[in-house]
């Protein structure tokens, strides 16, 4: 349970340079106490199955001219995870699951692994790298692995990439295995099962950009996918064929597709952008076993701004371009993200299979007023969709429907006072008159202010009504809020008192308050830039969250939790 801290030295003399090299060292040491609510029988009220999870990341960086390295070292390690009953040892949790190599002996719960590491040189024609990067093409519909830290994802590529820019032109040129993060910074390592063998999909793709064609940006890209059904480095070699012939498989998906960006043509600042999929026999369909080989993508959208207004519209038509994920989706990450035009704030448990349909389209309006030009901002917008899928396993509905979601925004910006908060309405009308509508009422603030001597003050929150429509499974209307109350002293010291409420019968997590009620405190001091110390004391209620075109079910906290970050 020992970690030394990356402490920022406070500024002095120049020291002399001697070499040309630069180092960086970034470390994120997490330490949390979990309380679980399961009992054994004998001995009686006896929290046996508590336990510390203590985690670490380090990034270091080592740069010299035009070269550049980079690694990242991962460790996560359990106490009071082991006890004994009836004389025999058990082990609650398994950090590993059977296969997964580990440097540690079998009498320590813990993993350690360099999770990443990379190579750079960069030049004024371009880059090039080798080991692991982050990669995207256009809007991201065809390819989009990058780092996605509000919801804990780091999923990588591992391989080569070159990013070239001869003149007007921008080439990238990627091809590697998927790498996802074995172990997580702020979720859990502890399913029951242990960290498992990672998925080494095969990924390429290459995607070329010509600038300043008169008022035009045009590209185009493409990007082949390979799936592997065996963990490690023996899978990535099968699937791509390293393994002999017979170990060959179909390449399991093929996208490509072009864009195009007009800047101030009319007076309008339009994009589009359109893709297409083909799938092979081993990817799985969303739509149910009978579904075609072909799929395809389109998104556009259209930027103009008269006087104090500025009008954006957005249209989507997505039909099996989520299929991309069906395989990674149960590994808790997406390689490829089209735009949603949702509001990512409201989305649940239900209207999340909106926002990963394989057989939606719709548009978006939003108009925004510069009512004071820099302090205050009004806007608002509408959605409207339809939604066609009802095969995926997400959705709740067993009938299309039509979704109708207008939002309100309030933006004001006075000195240390500010103010952002938002109030909307979404139906989700189903087709026929049995199904009924879901819908959901919704509305979120952030307002902080000064108070006086450095103290300022920070209120947020977010609340939610939702009433369901007809299920197979029928779940009952639930309400939901989250606040937090924040007392800091400038950027050196804050106090957050924490509490949530829910009666969402799909939550699993029981409030330490009451039921429904959960409450935490936490402390904060910032010493100096280069170093944050968290402590925080309660329960915080599970939920989904959604973060960049990605949702993910965050579990519930009970505890105790420390974090320390720090660099030099």
């Known amino acids: 349970m020992l970690s030394t801290g990356a402490w920022a030295q406070e500024a002095g003399p120049e020291p002399e340079d001697r070499t040309g090299w630069t180092s960086t060292i970034n470390n994120d040491f997490e330490i949390r106490y979990w309380i679980e609510e399961t009992r054994l029988p004998d001995p009686a009220d006896v929290p046996v199955f508590n336990y510390v999870e203590q985690v670490n990341r380090l990034n270091l960086r080592l740069a010299k001219d035009k ?120 979720n859990p390592n502890s399913n029951g099962l242990g960290i498992s063998g990672d998925l080494r999909h095969a990924v390429g793709g ?73 799938y092979g026999e081993e990817q799985p369909a969303d739509l149910g076993e009978a579904a ?99 095969a995926s396993a997400v959705h709740f509905n067993e009938v299309p429907e039509t979704i109708i979601h207008p939002l309100a925004t309030i933006e004001w910006i006075k000195g240390d006072l500010g103010l952002i908060a938002n109030v909307g309405h979404r139906w989700d009308i189903r087709d026929g008159t049995e199904a009924g509508s879901d819908r959901h009422l919704h509305g979120d603030v952030s307002f902080n202010f000064p108070i006086g001597h450095e103290l300022l003050g920070y209120i947020s929150g977010q609340s939610e009504w939702y009433r369901w429509g007809v299920n197979p499974f029928q779940q009952t209307d639930y309400v939901e809020t989250e606040t937090g109350w924040t007392l800091a002293w400038g950027s050196k010291m804050g106090l957050t008192w924490y509490m949530d409420h829910t009666t ?29 110390l968290k402590a925080l004391y309660g329960a915080q209620k599970s939920g989904i969250r959604c973060s960049g075109g990605q949702c993910r079910t965050l579990p519930g906290f009970s505890g105790v939790r420390f974090s320390m970050v720090g660099t030099f």
């Open 67 to 186: 070269w550049a390295f980079d690694a990242q070292i991962d460790e996560v390690a359990l106490f009071a995870n082991r006890y004994r009953l009836d004389d025999v040892l058990t082990v609650e949790r398994p950090v590993v699951m059977d296969g997964v190599p580990t440097v540690f002996p079998d009498r320590f719960d813990a993993y350690l692994n360099i999770e990443k590491f990379r190579a750079t040189y960069e030049d004024d024609w371009g880059l090039i790298t080798a080991g692991d990067f982050y990669a995207a093409f256009g809007r991201g519909i065809v390819l989009n692995l990058n780092r996605n830290v509000d919801i804990d994802l780091d999923t990588s590529i591992q391989g080569a990439k070159a990013f070239l820019r001869p003149g007007a032109w921008d080439i990238q040129i990627v091809a590697g295995q998927v790498n996802r993060q074995q172990v997580f910074q702020d």
């Open 206 to 278: 290459v995607s070329v950009a010509r600038y300043g064609l008169g008022p035009a940006n045009l590209s185009a890209h493409g990007a082949v996918y390979n799936f592997t059904r065996v963990p490690g480095f023996k899978g990535a070699f099968e699937e791509i064929g390293f393994s002999g012939p017979d170990k060959q498989t179909p390449v399991d998906a093929i996208v490509g597709g072009a864009t195009a960006e007009l800047v101030g043509v009319g007076g309008v600042d339009w994009f589009i952008e359109g893709d297409l999929f083909h």
């Open 292 to 390: 075609p080989p072909l799929g395809h993508a389109v998104y556009a959208s259209a930027a103009f701004y008269p006087g104090p207004l500025v009008f954006l519209v957005e249209a989507k038509r997505y039909y099996q371009a989520e299929r991309i994920n069906a395989v990674t989706a149960n590994e808790l990450y997406e390689i490829a993200i089209a735009p949603t035009l949702e509001y990512e704030r409201s989305i649940t448990e239900d209207s999340s299979a909106g926002l990963n349909s394989s057989d939606v389209w719709g548009g978006r309006l939003q108009v925004d007023w510069g009512a004071i030009p820099g302090e205050l901002a009004p806007s608002l917008a509408i959605g409207v969709f339809r939604d066609d899928d009802v």
């Open 504 to 532: 969402n019968p799909i939550v699993d997590t029981t409030g330490n308050l009451a039921e429904p009620l959960y409450g935490a405190l936490e402390f904060q001091v910032k010493p100096n830039s280069g170093l944050t």
